[in-house]
Nanobody
Framework: QVQLVESGGGLVQAGGSLRLSCAAS????????MGWYRQAPGRQRELVVS???????NYADFAKGRFTISRDNAKNTVNLQMDSLKPADTAVYYC??????????????WGQGTQVIVSS
C-alpha cells in the first residue's frame, strides 16, 4: 500500500513562515503528480498547488507569490514553503499523490494532514 506522511505544521504569527514536507512510500511504479490541498473547519477542501513529474505547477490564486512547491522525483517527496502567512491560511494541509501502482493501475492517495494555525 502507498503511504503519504506530512510534517512541518504548527502555530505561527501572521507574516511568519512554515515549510511543509511530504514523503511517499510503498509499492509504486511511478508518481504522475503530487500536490497540497487544505481544508478549514466547515469549509470545502481546496487546491493549494500541484506539480507534475515534468515539473509543471498549478497554484491557487491565494498561493501565488507566497507559497512555493518543490519536488524530488527520485525520493518521492514534495515540500511546500509558505511565506507571509495570513490568518486566512489557517487549515489542515493535506498531501496528495497521483500514483501508478503498476503500468496499468492508477490510484489517488492522501496523507493524514498537518495542522497550520496563523494568529493575527
Amino acid at each position: 500500500q502507498v503511504q503519504l506522511v506530512e510534517s512541518g505544521g504548527g502555530l505561527v504569527q501572521a507574516g511568519g513562515s512554515l515549510r511543509l514536507s511530504c514523503a511517499a512510500s510503498g509499492s509504486m511504479f511511478s508518481i504522475n503528480a503530487m500536490g497540497w490541498y487544505r481544508q478549514a473547519p466547515g469549509r470545502q477542501r481546496e487546491l493549494v498547488v500541484s506539480i507534475t513529474n515534468a515539473g509543471s505547477t498549478n497554484y491557487a490564486d491565494f498561493a501565488k507569490g507566497r507559497f512555493t512547491i518543490s519536488r524530488d522525483n527520485a525520493k518521492n517527496t514534495v515540500n511546500l514553503q509558505m511565506d507571509s502567512l495570513k490568518p486566512a491560511d489557517t487549515a489542515v494541509y493535506y498531501c496528495n499523490a497521483d500514483v501508478l501502482r503498476t503500468p496499468w493501475r492508477r490510484a489517488d492517495y492522501w496523507g493524514q494532514g498537518t495542522q497550520v494555525i496563523v494568529s493575527s
